[in-house]
């Protein structure tokens, strides 16, 4: 069983930064990838960023060159810098891990999300 905690959602004004981190409970974890997802009230829920055990990263559109991915794989934590906010980033912010069940099988967990609102 596997548990993922999320912290550093909060309130910022437009422009400023905030840090989240989502740290996957568990030992001897065989994850494949984390990432964060999102969802705004009215919209479906989307990708952010993800990225691979190895390092490989991804990120939607609207975020390349504000946010930046990181991950530790000793810890099974991973972090996402916010940086230049904008009210459009406003949204629950969802880590997600996929863990390796079998040779060609995982399965994904879901945090229990975390609020960011970026006033204008």
């Known amino acids: 069983q596997v548990q993922l905690v999320e912290s550093g959602g909060g309130l910022v004004q437009a422009g400023g930064s905030l840090r989240l981190s989502c740290a996957a409970s568990g030992s001897s974890l065989r994850i494949n990838a984390m990432g964060w997802y999102r969802q705004a009230p009215g919209k479906q829920r989307e990708l952010v960023a993800t990225i691979t055990s190895g390092g490989s990263t991804n990120y939607a559109d609207s975020v390349k060159g504000r946010f930046t991915i990181s991950g530790d794989n000793a810890k099974n934590t991973v972090y996402l810098q916010m940086n230049s906010l904008k009210p459009e980033d406003t949204a629950v912010y969802y880590c997600?891990?996929?863990?390796?069940?079998?040779?060609?099988?995982?399965?994904?967990?879901w945090g229990q999300g975390t609020q960011v609102t970026v006033s204008s």
């Open positions: 997600n891990v996929a863990v390796r069940t079998g040779p060609s099988t995982q399965r994904l967990y």
